[in-house]
């Protein structure tokens, strides 16, 4: 039995660290599950997200939608530095990401914003994927 939203964070986790573009903005070990800023920077936080029981599907196996929001965060240069980063994971998430325990139905980056964070040195960005999964129990 998986928890839809902790195997796609972990499947987009898998999926941006074996990204050179993205790797090579941001180190990998930066790039982790949570929502709060990091101490260490650039970083990407993966947040916990929100899964919609869809029910089954053929073979009975079980179906949601799981919404995600990446947090991109960088310091020096923030606000360029952020976007530059946006772009090199936009462009990953142009690409599925691989899953041992699950089948991805739908993958989407549905959105990005910019919020300004109170210190203006800081650059922040936030991406929302939302995908279909489905898996056997």
Do not use: C
């Amino acid at each position: 039995m998986i928890e839809p939203t902790l195997a796609l964070q972990t499947a987009l986790h898998d999926h941006l660290v074996s990204a050179p573009a993205v790797v090579a903005l941001v180190d990998p070990i930066n790039i982790r599950v949570g929502s709060s800023r990091p101490e260490n920077m650039p970083g990407i936080r993966i947040a916990n997200g929100i899964a919609m029981m869809r029910g089954h599907a053929s073979g009975r196996q079980y179906v949601a939608t799981v919404l995600l929001d990446l947090h991109l965060w960088a310091v020096d240069d923030g606000f360029d530095h952020v976007k530059t980063i946006g772009a090199a994971v936009a462009h990953r998430l142009m690409k599925w990401p691989d899953a041992a325990d699950f089948d991805l139905v739908r993958f989407e980056h549905t959105r990005t914003a910019w919020p300004r964070d109170p210190d203006p040195s800081f650059g922040h960005g936030v991406m929302s994927v939302e995908a279909d999964i489905q898996w056997k129990p």
